[in-house]
């Protein structure tokens, strides 16, 4: 099956620093989303994602599916951006599980 | 609007014990269902996976089943507790879809999440 890998494992920052996160997949995707676990273990949605690029306020993505990555962008960190990013893909292209990546564990300090 | 809830959100079991999670879609039919786990650490592992009621498929050989009574309704279950069985435990729906264009726009939204604790 399709392996999804992440990288940094963790990331610590001052509050107002950029951030970027990587999402690397071994086969071609036509669905990728990025999530954010609160400390409270909620995970939001932030994007759909599965080619281009897609900006929401400070956070924005791109997902390069020929060369099988995405990138997530925080700008501007606040210290309510901590928590784990995930990204999914397909467990195979066009099913309905998906598999999840061992996340970023974001850290913003006041 | 579509909203999903989870109960409860703690929960502490003994060993040996018998487990039921709840998990309902509100604002949508037909949904695929979704129970995952999330161990101390990382990452989420498929438990379960539902396109229909009483069709679920079994993602993991575990001490844990799963059942959907209603169209909207899942339920996670042991008949006996492991201390193994600890963790956070997340439903979540997303769109059940038909044509291959739409199955590629699979998006998934997640339930608060069950912190189990089996001491």
């Known amino acids: 099956g399709i392996q999804v890998e992440q990288s940094p494992p963790d990331l610590i920052l001052q509050e107002g620093a950029n951030s970027t996160l990587r999402c690397n997949f071994s086969d071609s995707v036509n669905n990728l989303q990025w999530f954010h676990q609160n400390p409270w273990g909620q995970l939001i949605n932030l994007f759909y994602?599965?080619?281009g690029t897609k900006q929401n306020g400070r956070l924005s993505a791109t997902t390069v599916a020929t060369e099988r990555y995405s990138l997530l962008y925080i700008s501007s960190s606040q210290t309510t951006d901590s928590g784990v990013y995930f990204c999914?893909?397909?467990?195979?292209?066009?099913?309905?599980?998906?598999?999840f990546g061992q996340g970023t564990r974001l850290t913003i300090n006041p | 609007s579509q909203t999903i809830h989870q109960w409860p959100a703690t929960l502490v079991q003994p060993v040996g014990s018998p487990l039921s999670l709840e998990c309902t879609v509100e604002?949508?039919?037909?949904?695929?269902l979704y129970w995952y786990r999330q161990a101390a650490g990382r990452g989420l592992q498929l438990l379960f996976y539902?396109?229909?009621?009483?069709?679920i498929s079994s993602e993991v050989p575990q001490n844990l089943s799963a059942s959907r009574p209603q169209d909207r309704q899942f339920i996670l279950s042991s008949k006996k507790l492991l201390l193994s069985d600890s963790g956070f435990y997340l439903c979540?729906?997303?769109?059940?879809?038909?044509?291959?264009?739409?199955?590629?726009?699979?998006?998934?939204?997640f339930g608060a999440g069950t912190r189990l604790s089996v001491l």
């Open positions: 994602i599965p080619s």
């Open positions: 604002g949508t039919s037909n949904p695929n």
């Open positions: 979540a729906w997303s769109v059940r879809l038909g044509t291959r264009m739409q199955l590629a726009k699979n998006i998934q939204y």
């Open positions: 999914a893909v397909p467990i195979i292209q066009g099913a309905q599980k998906l598999v």
């Open positions: 539902s396109v229909g009621i009483g069709q």
